[in-house]
């Protein structure tokens, strides 16, 4: 099995910054694409940014020139997010596409959530 970890939230001020990480652990697999998701209270999960295996990214519209996605070599996704609004305030979800090789087996993978809250 493949466990995502998030860390990075936290309590922040209209404008500041934070940076999300996540890590993802196990053994025989693989992974593809991953993103980040999140969620305020209320409202429907939504899709803030994805990073392909090949380093092809996309960012909604609405933290698009804010966030930033990136990943490293060791199956690792970042979320820069710089000049963060109070409607940022939600719980982010690290999200992967593993493969796990030994079972020929691809799933949706997700981590347990961070939460960030803009607000002064």
């Known amino acids: 099995q493949v466990q995502l970890a998030e860390s990075g939230g936290g309590l922040v001020q209209p404008g500041g910054s934070l940076r999300l990480s996540c890590a993802a652990s196990?053994?025989?697999?693989?992974?593809?694409?991953m993103g980040w998701y999140r969620q305020a209270p209320g409202k429907e999960r939504e899709l803030v940014a994805s990073i392909t295996r090949s380093g092809r990214t996309n960012v909604a519209d609405s933290v698009k020139g804010r966030f930033t996605i990136s990943r490293d070599y060791a199956n690792t996704v970042y979320l820069q997010m710089d000049s963060l609004k109070p409607e940022d305030t939600a719980v982010y979800y690290c999200?992967?596409?593993?493969?796990?090789?030994?079972?020929?087996?691809?799933?949706?993978?997700w981590g347990r959530g961070t939460q960030v809250t803009v607000s002064s």
């Open positions: 999200n992967a596409e593993v493969f796990l090789i030994d079972r020929l087996r691809e799933y949706n993978s």
């Open positions: 196990g053994s025989m697999f693989s992974i593809n694409g």
